[in-house]
């Protein structure tokens, strides 16, 4: 590949998920999946992980998994779960994914199970927008734009 043709892919790379203010966060339909309010935050200036939050309402019979994600945001991607444990807050990975049970909603939000961005390639900036690509056992895989919201935010409605 020549130098120009990468610098282009790069430039084009920016944009995508540097560039872009966030748009009216809508939500997307996979096979029986919904995917709504999904977002992540700002990153503090030297920070190398960030979370990713998003509600799945599985409208079907059957239940389904979310297996894996990934993103060109952060050189690796993992699904987290965070609880209490002995009045300590525990994160961690939870290599077999989440149960997207028939008929419920699963909650991926601040304080529980996340999408865990860990060396991220820049830091995330409010108002950019940062890709993900999820992947269903059932229903496959759907890429996402999470808005980004302030540090610290519990939810996020773009304007
Ligand atoms: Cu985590």
Same mark, same amino acid.
Not at 1 to 4: D, Q, T
Not at 16 to 28: E, K, R, Y
């Given at each position: 590949?020549?130098?120009?043709i990468l610098a282009i892919i790069i430039t084009l790379g920016g944009l995508?998920? +540097? +560039?872009?203010?966030?748009?009216?966060?809508?939500?997307?339909v996979v096979g029986e999946l919904e995917l709504s309010g999904a977002f992540t935050r700002a990153t503090p200036p030297n920070a190398k992980t960030g979370g990713g939050f998003v509600t799945i309402t599985n409208n079907g019979e059957m239940d389904d998994q979310l297996v894996s994600v990934s993103s060109p945001a952060a050189a690796v991607v993992e699904l987290h779960t965070m609880k209490m444990e002995n009045e300590v807050m525990v994160m961690r990975s939870s290599p077999d994914g989440f149960a997207v049970p028939a008929g419920e909603v699963t909650e991926l939000s601040p304080g529980g199970k996340h999408i865990m961005f860990m060396q991220i390639t820049e830091p995330f900036r409010m108002g950019n927008l940062v890709p993900v690509t999820l992947v269903f056992e059932r229903a496959g895989s759907v890429d996402l734009m999470l808005p980004v919201a302030p540090i610290g935010a519990k939810s996020y409605v773009p304007e």
């Open positions: 590949m020549n130098k120009r995508i998920w +540097g +560039g872009i203010p966030a748009l009216a966060q809508q939500s997307v």
